[in-house]
């Protein structure tokens, strides 16, 4: 018996390791996993309650997913294109104005300083240039790695139309290969995993609805064009954490660049606080409430998976550390019943 339990456990170190090794590829398997756990019930209701074939509900879940995105896209992206081109057309000049009336502020504020002061100033200005490069640099690092990515994404639809069509063969054939006295057991942890994924879908869409009313909002206020659609659009870039909220407010700022550099600052100053309501009050509440994570344990996991995985890191983080704390809790009284 202690046999085949040391035999198990080296098939779990191994898989665990073989899992590491390949993590690259594992991403569009994760990305379609949430995307079967929010079309799942769906996908569920249209076969059983509308006896539509399960092949069939699928493509229906997809046609109505594709068709909300589409709309969306059909209505209100020409406008905004257009009044984009006319923001980069616009753009050097509004630059320029801003560029030049900073210069004067500063030169104005320098010369009514001490002398002692102004090389602080000075230093202080080289060093916040520095720093903006700095992020700036990492920003377009993790964009090209983000789109370097981008193919590996076109599997995600096709990925989740299996999971979803085969969900039940998959989980009995998942079966079949474990101990029987084991069965039992991992059942329960996969009900657990499964609901904190689909908590987690639920809740990252609660955040994204979120960010995208209080930015609509607030660019209404500001009287910038198109507010509705850029609140959409910075809601639905905001499942991406650190970059999405960038992409989506760029278009935001560079309208409000046409009427004046001090509108563009309102801009920025209200993504940033849009950003920080979010980062600090909403989705941590609403992200620990679903996933049963700490908030802190959720900042954690967003910089931890940054640092180690780049742009993919960030999107599977919080997902990921949640199964892992599922897992690790099981896999704990694993041990402590290995050693008994």
């Not at 002061?117 to 490069?133: H, I, T, Y």
């Not at 599997?155 to 039992?184: C, E, H, K, M, N």
């Not at 909220?245 to 560079?254: E, M, N, R, S, T």
């Not at 960030?314 to 704390?325: D, I």
Request: hydrophobic share 60%.
């Amino acid at each position: 018996m202690r046999g085949r339990k040391w035999f198990w456990a080296l098939v779990v170190a191994a898989g665990t390791l073989i899992l590491f090794r390949i993590k690259g590829a594992l991403a569009p398997f994760f990305i379609a996993m949430l995307l079967a756990l929010f079309l799942k019930p769906i996908v569920d209701y249209l076969e059983e309650e509308k006896e539509v074939p399960r092949a069939s509900a699928i493509l229906l879940s997809y046609l109505a997913l594709g068709l909300a995105v589409g709309l969306f896209f059909f209505f209100a992206l020409p406008a905004l294109m257009q009044e984009l081109e006319r923001a980069m057309a616009e753009l050097p000049l509004k630059l320029e104005s801003g560029e030049k009336l900073l210069a004067r502020m500063l030169a104005k504020v320098r010369w009514q300083m001490p002398r002692s002061l102004q090389g602080a100033l000075d230093q202080s200005l080289k060093r916040f240039e520095e720093a903006a490069l700095a992020m700036l640099h990492r920003g377009m690092n993790l964009l090209v790695s983000f789109f370097m990515g981008l193919p590996s994404l076109i599997l995600v639809p096709v990925i989740t139309f299996y999971f979803l069509r085969d969900w039940r063969r998959l989980r009995a054939s998942f079966l079949q290969i474990l101990p029987y006295p084991w069965r039992r057991e991992l059942l329960l942890l996969g009900g657990e995993v499964g609901g904190v994924l689909v908590g987690f879908v639920r809740g990252e869409a609660l955040v994204c609805l979120a960010v995208g009313t209080m930015s609509a909002l607030g660019l209404y206020l500001l009287k910038i064009p198109f507010a509705l659609s850029l609140g959409i659009l910075i809601g639905l870039l905001d499942f991406i954490p650190f970059l999405g909220p960038l992409a989506g407010g760029f278009p935001a700022v560079l309208l409000a660049l046409i009427h004046s550099p001090l509108q563009a600052v309102y801009v920025i100053l209200l993504l940033l606080l849009v950003n920080q309501v979010e980062g600090a009050l909403i989705s941590p509440r609403i992200m620990g409430h679903n996933v049963g994570l700490h908030p802190l344990l959720i900042i954690f996991s967003l910089l931890a998976g940054g640092e180690l995985f780049g742009i993919w890191g960030l999107v599977v983080a919080v997902p990921l550390a949640a199964v892992l704390k599922v897992m690790g809790k099981f896999l704990w009284h694993w041990l402590l019943t290995f050693i008994a």
